[in-house]
């Protein structure tokens, strides 16, 4: 797992390059906000979910993801699904031999006013078989200042004011924390 750990953020590193390029901005830009990124990666696992379980019985609820880029392994078993944009309809994300899935998370689409999109994601495993995954959210370091100005975005499109990406982070943590405990109250 210590060697995945350092590989995989590797692989987050040569993606966030290929952002930049994609972007028109110097390849090394996310680098330098990397020094000390907030990377956690976790194995999640999920047990046999039942054919009549009930419709809002998720292995993971919809959600997108709060940071930057996620690299997710998953196995053979299946169950991600991601929404199409703009339509209503879940697409499974299977599993690729050698492949990792990558979802876009909701600061780097505030990072780039939108040019990325967050993707929606939800995990049902109704294959009968326990699933394994590991994903890691590849994402700067705490103080490292998000601002979409820095990705070529001219102060009459911008929609976003800069925040300090820990800040932004914690701050979605607590957010959906603070939520399940009203829900559980
Ligand atoms: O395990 C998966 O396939 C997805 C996990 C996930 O979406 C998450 O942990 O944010
Ligand atoms: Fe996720």
């Known amino acids: ?34 020094t000390k990124p907030l990377q956690r990666t976790q194995a999640v696992y999920y047990p046999v979910q039942a054919d009549d379980r009930p419709a809002d019985q998720f292995g993971v609820a919809p959600h997108t993801d709060y940071g930057c880029v996620t690299l997710l392994y998953q196995d053979a078993v299946g ?17 690729i031999e050698g492949s990792l899935v990558v979802n876009v998370g909701d600061l780097l689409a505030r990072w780039s006013n939108d040019r990325f999109r ?7 495993n109704t294959s009968g078989r326990e699933r394994y995954s590991i994903a890691t959210f590849y994402d700067p ?8 100005a820095d990705l070529g975005v001219s102060a009459a499109e911008a929609q976003y004011p800069p925040v300090a990406a820990g800040d932004y982070i914690l701050g979605r943590i607590d957010a959906s924390m603070s939520y399940r405990k009203a829900a559980a109250s």
């Not at 390849?27 to 906000?33: D, T």
């Not at 169950?79 to 299977?94: H, I, K, N, T, Y």
């Not at 370091?141 to 979409?148: C, G, H, I, S, W």
Request: aromatic share 12%; charged share 25%.
């Open 1 to 34: 797992m210590d060697r995945y750990f350092v590989e995989v953020g590797r692989c987050g590193a040569d993606l966030l390059r290929a952002i930049a390029v994609s972007l028109g901005i110097d390849p090394e830009f996310f680098a330098a906000k990397y």
């Open 118 to 124: 967050s993707t929606l994601h939800r995990v049902i």
């Open 79 to 95: 169950g991600l699904q991601v929404r199409e944009l703009g339509s209503e309809r879940w697409v499974d994300a299977p599993f």
């Open 141 to 148: 370091d705490y103080t490292a200042r998000v601002d979409p």
